[in-house]
């Protein structure tokens, strides 16, 4: 028996580079040896984006095309969105029973965002339960593991718990999960910052070779290498943290460290070797995409399908809790 793998994302639209290396190439990977859940949180979008729903569904589409792109394969794994199996809303109401105000006040992603997201109000009472939501996820397919980056890893400790207490209180019911924490190289955006769509900076799955081109021809290098006949320091450049990450040649790497140290290469010249191996990765992935893209009814069968496997699972599950909180006749 295979251990269960599960994860989910927000849908937040097109997925980008840092997406891709940080995480889906890994949850890729998982489905050789892991039974893999991979859920589109829809109703955990809508507790903060609530005062608009209008991008919602174009979101999820977005999002599980370039999955699908990028290699979750349907017939390995279950892919589907969170809203389609009800048990997660209901398991979420059963888990709120025994979850403390005081561990979801104390969330430092909670604090955080309240603080820092002054342009949406988040004084609602779903946001604050955004870590019980996640937990029921986890456990509704009693996943032994969930690969996220450091920050959820305190959304995995109340998942844990979470479990606890419930098991306390009602019987073992839920293993508690492993976190997986994925190694998230870092990825720069066009403009040196993190690449994060809020930021406007992002090299997307689904961009053409052309687009690619075009923003990484723009894209800030050593703001100390006015010209050509300048030396570089690669340290200081956010080209060659990507070079880092998308360039596997390491005798590639370091000529194109050298060269810039010495003046040998110009920065176009770097960036084109960089432009070539984005392509080489995402060429095929493009032709997966293109293929979804036209085919709109085998993406709704995959839909349909993945939630039927989940809701199989998750009620069984939800009869169990059930059971032990004494609601079945
Ligand atoms: N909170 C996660 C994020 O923002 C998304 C998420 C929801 C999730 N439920 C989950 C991740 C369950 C892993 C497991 O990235």
């Keep these: 028996m295979k251990e269960r793998v599960f994860s989910g994302m927000r849908p937040t639209g097109k997925l980008h580079l840092g997406h891709l290396a940080g995480a889906l190439t890994n949850w890729v990977r998982m489905q050789d040896d892991y039974e893999c859940f991979y859920c589109i949180v829809d109703w955990h979008a809508l507790m903060s984006d609530y005062a608009d729903v209008s991008r919602v569904r174009s979101n999820c589409r977005e999002v599980l095309l370039d999955w699908l792109a990028s290699g979750l394969d349907p017939e390995r794994s279950t892919i589907f969105i969170q809203s389609h199996v009800p048990e997660h809303a209901e398991l979420h109401l059963a888990l709120s029973m025994i979850t403390p105000l005081g561990w979801l006040e104390r969330c430092p992603t909670y604090k955080d965002q309240i603080l820092n997201l002054k342009n949406k109000d988040l004084g609602n009472y779903a946001f604050l339960g955004y870590p019980v939501l996640m937990a029921g996820d986890i456990v509704l397919y009693k996943a032994h593991k969930v ?128 432009r070539d191996n984005v392509n080489t990765l995402l060429d095929p992935i493009r032709e997966r995409r293109h293929h979804y893209e036209n085919h709109g009814d085998e993406v709704m069968d995959i839909l349909a399908e993945g939630a039927k496997k989940a809701r199989l699972v998750a009620a069984a599950t939800m009869n169990e809790v059930k059971q032990a909180m004494g609601l079945v006749l």
Excluded at 189 to 198: E, H, L, Y
Excluded at 219 to 227: F, G, H, I, N, V
Aim: hydrophobic share 30%; glycine share 6%.
């Design 147 to 274: 690969p996220v980056g450091e920050d959820q890893s305190a959304h995995l400790e109340i998942t844990r718990e979470i479990v606890r207490r419930f098991n306390n209180f009602f019987g073992e019911v839920f293993p508690e999960p492993d976190i997986l924490l994925t190694p998230f190289p870092k990825v720069p955006g066009t403009d040196g910052r993190k690449m994060s769509k809020s930021y406007d900076n992002s090299l997307n799955i689904s961009d053409t070779t052309e687009v690619i081109w075009e923003k990484l021809r723009t894209m800030m290098t050593d703001p100390a290498r006015e010209r050509r006949s300048d030396p570089g320091d690669p340290e200081k450049c956010p080209v060659w943290d990507l070079h880092k990450v998308f360039t596997s040649d390491a005798v590639c790497r370091e000529e194109l460290a050298q060269g810039c140290r010495t003046a040998g290469i110009g920065c176009i010249d770097c960036k084109k070797v960089l």
